[in-house]
């Protein structure tokens, strides 16, 4: 168990529609990282929050979107969903050093 | 930009046997951190180990250690006396010092045989 939660752990929706999925870092981490793993692309970073603050942004479409609040966990909000976003949402906190993923949300998009 | 590179897409190895996966990277910054992660069936990923560019000596944790070259880019996992328990995926990544993503290669697939 690597102290990151993630729920929920299955989200089956159809295209167009909105989901959020949330993330609770370890107990101290204050940087949150959201990873989308998929079978074309494979693990590809998105975003990074750092105690409450946008510090990093990768391969992230305009249709999704974060946050962390103030109790440091963060959430991914993905909209205007495609087929192609289905995918395994990894989200992975850290001080310092190694990364430590949580469980993840597989998203199905039908 | 970093590029992390493992060419072999499965192993197949008998239980108890040593094995070795294969890792190279890509890299113009002078200072790096190279990962190790698993990730078995039930999806999670589970960090293995660390070494960091200027660490003198290779890393080890338990069964796991890193066979790390700097002059030829490679950081090649070990894993020792291997058990049924470590079928699963396993990534390479790294991170440029002052950023903050992790950069994966494809992964590759370890399956061991009883």
């Known amino acids: 168990d690597s102290g990151v939660t993630q729920t929920p752990k299955h989200l089956i929706t159809a295209t167009g529609q909105r989901v959020t999925l949330r993330c609770s870092p370890r107990?101290?981490?204050?940087?949150v990282y959201w990873y989308q793993q998929s079978l074309d692309q494979g693990l590809q970073f998105l975003i990074q929050?750092?105690?409450?603050?946008?510090?990093a942004k990768g391969n992230i479409l305009e249709r999704f979107s974060a946050q962390q609040f103030p109790d440091l966990h963060s959430e991914l909000n993905l909209s205007s969903l495609e087929l192609g976003d289905s995918a395994l949402y990894f989200c992975?906190?850290?001080?310092?050093?190694?990364?430590?993923f949580g469980p993840g949300t597989r998203l199905t998009v039908l | 930009a970093q590029k992390i590179t493992q060419t072999q897409p499965g192993m197949f190895v008998q239980e108890k046997e040593a094995v070795t996966l294969d890792c190279t990277y890509d890299?113009?910054?002078?200072?790096?951190?190279l990962f190790w992660y698993k990730q078995p069936s039930s999806g999670e990923m589970i960090f293995l180990i660390y070494?960091?560019?200027?660490?003198?000596q290779n890393a080890t944790e338990g069964r796991y250690s890193l066979n790390f070259q700097k002059a030829r880019k490679s950081a090649n996992l070990v894993i020792s006396a291997s058990q049924l328990g470590d079928s699963a995926m396993y990534f390479c990544?790294?991170?440029?010092?002052?950023?903050?993503?992790?950069?994966f290669g494809q992964g590759t697939r370890l399956t061991i045989n009883p």
């Open positions: 929050y750092y105690n409450g603050e946008e510090r």
């Open positions: 070494q960091g560019s200027y660490d003198q």
């Open positions: 992975a906190s850290s001080v310092e050093g190694a990364q430590y």
């Open positions: 990544a790294m991170r440029a010092q002052g950023a903050q993503k992790l950069v």
């Open positions: 107990s101290g981490d204050l940087s």
């Open positions: 890299t113009s910054d002078p200072s790096y951190g």
